[in-house]
């Protein structure tokens, strides 16, 4: 599957001598998680428990990490795998209360959420490493930040 693909492709890199940025969910005001769950989720539900753990990154922040890699050169990057996110993971509800603020978004309701205690809650990303390494740091801070921001 999908995952094997990405994770051959990884080894394939830091075997030549590249690096592997890994990206958290992508998002921008219109694509992501927060706009499939809140347009096309309202009857069927979101899959997943409420509180299931989410790291996000801006589509323009994962564009600025790439250049960040490629500026500190292979004498840092060379075999090394990083995990790039905004550094404020949230959860599945917290994606809609966070979309359900912006004007875009504010004749949706909260959708229903499927998982319950039983399902896998998610994982947090630690980028400290991945953020000193490449000196790069997130224009926006956590998803909240951006839905409420007046440039988006």
Known sequence: PRQGRMIYAEREAIEAGGC???LAGLYTLERGA???????????GVQ????GIVNLLHYD???SACLAALKVGQ??????????SDGNPTTRKGICESALKHANYAHFLMPKFNGDES???GKVYDGTRSDGA????????SFDMF??????
């Not at 769950?37 to 069927?44: D, M, P």
């Open 20 to 22: 592997a940025l890994r």
């Open 34 to 44: 927060h706009n499939y769950w809140l347009e096309r989720c309202q009857e069927s």
């Open 48 to 51: 997943g428990r409420p509180d």
């Open 61 to 63: 922040d994962a564009a």
């Open 75 to 84: 004498g840092v990057t060379s075999k090394q795998t990083y995990l790039i």
């Open 119 to 121: 399902d896998l809650r």
């Open 134 to 141: 490449l000196q790069w740091r997130p224009t926006y801070a």
């Open 147 to 152: 839905m409420s921001s007046a440039s988006c």
